[in-house]
């Protein structure tokens, strides 16, 4: 029979916006985060990392917030560009090693 | 520095052969994680390997099997395969800190198609 895949959100842009990929994580000891992104053909490319003892990281063009009361993560990429288009993924690690957890991932389409 | 390293970046196989995957991480680096990416799954995590112990394992089946030789290359073996292990499988590094929780930086995967 036919595959279901995920139903991946889309997050549609105009260039030059800011964009806000939100994830709700699962686990509450979860203690460290990060935000791949991920073009078609390729692994997962590192953009960004955060730690439960912080609640705000910033770098190049990007943003990530993190609330520990909700388990919300968000990353904010600022005047995104066509290049920002990807998949994007959270990630979260529990301890005891580099286990991750992933999210479903957000489809990032930026409009010219 | 060069970046993960994966072989083969594409291999058909048929349902009950096995496979094995190969993964060289970045120089320096002595976790290995394994992934698997499907469209109906997402990524899930296989197995980690850290100085030639597998450090954590995932919800997989026994027939997904793996090790780490004294380099820090990695290897994955699939045994009697089915159709559904069809995916892309990454590899994953990270620095030598030791304690988990060091950032992974991936490779390109390998794409396994089973008939």
């Known amino acids: 029979g036919e595959s279901v895949g995920l139903h991946l959100p889309t997050l549609s842009v105009q260039e030059g916006d800011n964009s806000i990929i939100n994830c709700a994580y699962s686990?509450?000891?979860?203690?460290?985060f990060i935000w791949y992104k991920q073009e078609s053909g390729k692994g997962p490319q590192f953009i960004i990392d955060?730690?439960?003892?912080?609640d705000k990281r910033q770098g190049q063009r990007v943003t990530v917030l993190l609330n520990k009361t909700v388990k919300h993560l968000s990353l904010q990429i600022a005047a995104t560009q066509p290049g920002d288009s990807a998949v994007y993924f959270c990630?979260?690690?529990?301890?005891?090693?580099?286990?991750?957890?992933f999210g479903t991932g957000t489809q990032l389409k930026v409009e010219l | 520095k060069a970046g993960v390293t994966q072989t083969p970046r594409y291999l058909i196989k048929t349902r009950g052969q096995q496979v094995t995957l190969s993964c060289s991480p970045i120089?320096?680096?002595?976790?290995v994680s394994w992934y698997q990416q499907t469209p109906g799954q997402g990524l899930q995590f296989l197995f980690e390997?850290?100085?030639?112990?597998?450090?954590n394992k995932g919800n997989f089946p026994g027939r997904f099997s793996g090790r780490q030789f004294s380099n820090s290359r990695s290897e994955m073996n699939v045994s009697t395969l089915e159709l559904g292990d069809s995916a892309l499988y990454l590899c994953?590094?990270?620095?030598?800190?030791?304690?988990?929780?060091?950032?992974?930086?991936f490779g390109p995967g390998t794409r396994l198609l089973v008939l």
């Open positions: 120089s320096g680096h002595r976790s």
């Open positions: 990630a979260e690690n529990a301890g005891g090693g580099n286990k991750l957890t």
């Open positions: 955060i730690r439960s003892n912080m």
């Open positions: 390997y850290f100085s030639e112990t597998q450090r």
């Open positions: 994953a590094s990270s620095p030598p800190s030791g304690g988990g929780g060091e950032t992974q930086y």
């Open positions: 686990n509450s000891a979860s203690d460290y």
